[in-house]
């Protein structure tokens, strides 16, 4: 798998770069980019700036090896139980989100002591690799929604083959291509606060264009197959 | 590309299904490829030959346009 070495590299570029900030702002007391310290940051940048290359070359290096053997990307996928396990938590987590979106995301919070790469308290200092109390019942809500997103498309079908497959891949263009499409929409005609509820739902819109297309997709399918009786 | 497969279907008396069964894919396959909505690889085309007993070119056919 071409895809882990890319993924521990952004991990690492990740804990770097907030290694960096963490220090210059408690050991030299610093803010991160202040205009007095400009200059005596590129030293620290360049490295992160190469390492970030790094990952972006791998990207590409795992994309390429994927793209070469593309027909064999149905093999990639989860096995088919995995989709009943997907339904069962999306459908809940989707539930529970409208409640939310309804009733208000701070109706019920649920505060917990969790591990924070970076964090910041309303009011309050910031904290870095520490464990901090916070909210989670909008993480609680939004992870299952993805994860449960994830399971559901990108289980195998119960019969994939080549043909699945490709209606897999052109769902999930046609998804990135629509969310951005009414992403653009909204950042050109939306402003002010109501945005903000813009970037939340389009965390999870792209999961949910790809999920309902190739779910129709597939159904349109079927029902030619049953129009067709008389073989 | 247009193909023979349902002419070939008829004279060997096989139903999608069982065609789908010979070459290991499913039926919603074999409807797609004979209603032009999609262009196996290379892989299946020479399975669904090798099924006919005939020649990649008697069962696919390149149009003009391609």
Same mark, same amino acid.
Request: proline share 3%; net charge positive.
């Given at each position: ?231 | 590309?247009?193909? !023979? $497969?349902?002419?070939?279907? @008829?004279? /060997? ?5 069982? #065609? =789908?069964? *010979? +070459?290991?894919?499913?039926?919603? !396959? $074999?409807?797609?490829?004979? @209603?032009? /909505? ?5 892989? #299946? =085309?020479? *399975? +669904? ?18």
């Amino acid at each position: 798998m071409a895809l882990i070495p890319s993924v521990i590299h952004l991990a690492i570029g990740i804990m770097v770069f907030f290694y960096i900030r963490y220090w210059k702002k408690q050991v030299l007391g610093l803010e991160w980019l202040d205009a007095r310290s400009q200059w005596d940051v590129y030293p620290i940048i360049l490295p992160i700036f190469f390492s970030k290359c790094k990952i972006y070359l791998s990207l590409c290096k795992a994309y390429f090896t994927f793209g070469k053997r593309s027909y064999m990307l149905y093999k990639a996928l989860l096995p088919h139980q995995f989709k009943r396990i997907g339904w069962c938590i999306l459908i809940p987590a989707t539930i529970f989100g409208i409640i939310l979106i309804v009733n208000g995301f701070d109706k019920w919070p649920f505060v917990l002591k969790v591990f924070a790469i970076y964090g910041e308290e309303i009011f309050g200092k910031s904290h870095s690799f520490t464990f901090m109390r916070a909210d989670i019942t909008n993480t609680l809500a939004g992870a299952l929604f993805i994860i449960g997103g994830l399971l559901v498309g990108f289980s195998k079908e119960k019969n994939e083959d080549e043909f699945i497959s490709n209606l897999r891949l052109s769902s999930l263009l046609w998804a990135v291509v629509t969310n951005y499409i009414v992403l653009l929409f909204c950042l050109v005609f939306v402003y002010g606060p109501p945005f903000l509820n813009v970037m939340l739902y389009n965390m999870f819109t792209i999961l949910i264009i790809f999920i309902v297309r190739f779910n129709y997709v597939l159904y349109r399918n079927l029902k030619a197959i049953a129009d067709e009786k008389h073989d | 590309m247009k193909n !023979t $497969i349902k002419v070939e279907r @008829a004279i /060997k008396g096989l139903t999608q299904e069982q #065609l =789908a069964q *010979k +070459v290991s894919v499913s039926r919603q !396959t $074999i409807n797609a490829i004979e @209603a032009n /909505k999609y262009v196996p690889s290379t892989i #299946l =085309a020479l *399975k +669904v030959a090798k099924v006919f007993n005939k020649p990649v070119e008697e069962i696919f056919i390149l149009e003009r346009s391609d």
